[in-house]
């Protein structure tokens, strides 16, 4: 069983940002964040070449992942308040050539770090 852990959670205000991290405690393939009622942010392939954003994030968010420190990053630019959410890490066990966009195609799932951005 892999354990996830994120970090990086705070107040913000609007256009500002910040970096959410999630350690993995064992070897994961496509990984993915997630927010509120598990809606899809953005997503990753286990080798960093692939990467999907949802059309409200994109251009504003990054994802990334450093697989020697089994990490993974989003970064979080000119953030909005309705970026506020409760934000989740997720990671897949099985090796695939892509990374979903839905939540059901993750196996594992951290505890989550609460973003939230005043007006």
């Known amino acids: 069983q892999v354990q996830l852990v994120e970090s990086g959670g705070g107040l913000v205000q609007a256009g500002g940002s910040l970096r959410l991290s999630c350690a993995a405690s064992?070897?994961?393939?496509?990984m993915g964040w997630f927010r509120k009622d598990r809606e899809f942010v953005a997503a990753i392939t286990w080798s960093?070449?692939?990467?999907y954003y949802a059309d409200s994030v994109k251009d504003r968010f990054t994802i990334s992942r450093d697989n020697a420190k089994a990490t993974m990053y989003l970064q979080m630019n000119s953030l909005r308040p309705e970026d506020t959410a409760t934000y989740y890490c997720?990671?897949?066990?099985?090796?695939?050539?892509?990374?979903?966009?839905?939540?059901?195609?993750?196996?594992?799932w951290g505890q989550g770090t609460q973003v939230a951005v005043s007006s």
């Open positions: 997720a990671a897949a066990r099985a090796l695939s050539g892509s990374a979903s966009r839905t939540s059901s195609a993750y196996d594992y």
């Open positions: 960093g070449g692939n990467k």
């Open positions: 064992g070897v994961t393939y496509a």
